[in-house]
Nanobody, 123 residues
Framework: QVQLVESGGGLVPAGGSLRLSCVAS????????AGWFRQAPGKEREFVAA????????VYADSVKGRFTISRDNTKNTVYLQMNSLKPEDTAVYYC????????????????WGQGTQVTVSS
């Protein structure tokens, strides 16, 4: 059972940056693909970015491409989401997730989820 804990959320003005971190409880996390998802009030959870187990392949939602960067450090069992040029529409609870399926944007394929961290971007 992999437990995931996100951190790094907060309040930031439009145009600002934040870096989210997701720490896994198990060293086997390095064999899982990882993803970030977000859910805004009144909306469904949506895909943000994903990275394969080795960190060599990534995929992004069109809405964040060029602004967000996902990365991982398997020596620290940690996945990161660097968010730049933030917009008010990026406001949401951001969730980290892990899957042994492989690189995917499909939330249903992820087996493990964190509790989420709030990101609020003011206009």
């Amino acid at each position: 059972q992999v437990q995931l804990v996100e951190s790094g959320g907060g309040l930031v003005p439009a145009g600002g940056s934040l870096r989210l971190s997701c720490v896994a409880s198990e060293h086997t996390f390095s064999s899982y693909a990882a993803g970030w998802f977000r859910q805004a009030p009144g909306k469904e959870r949506e895909f943000v970015a994903a990275i394969n187990w080795g960190g060599t392949s990534t995929v992004y939602a069109d809405s964040v491409k060029g602004r967000f960067t996902i990365s991982r450090d398997n020596t620290k069992n940690t996945v990161y989401l660097q968010m730049n040029s933030l917009k008010p529409e990026d406001t949401a609870v951001y969730y980290c997730a892990a899957t042994d399926y492989g690189l995917s944007y499909r939330s249903g394929l992820y087996d493990y989820w964190g509790q989420g961290t709030q990101v609020t971007v003011s206009s």
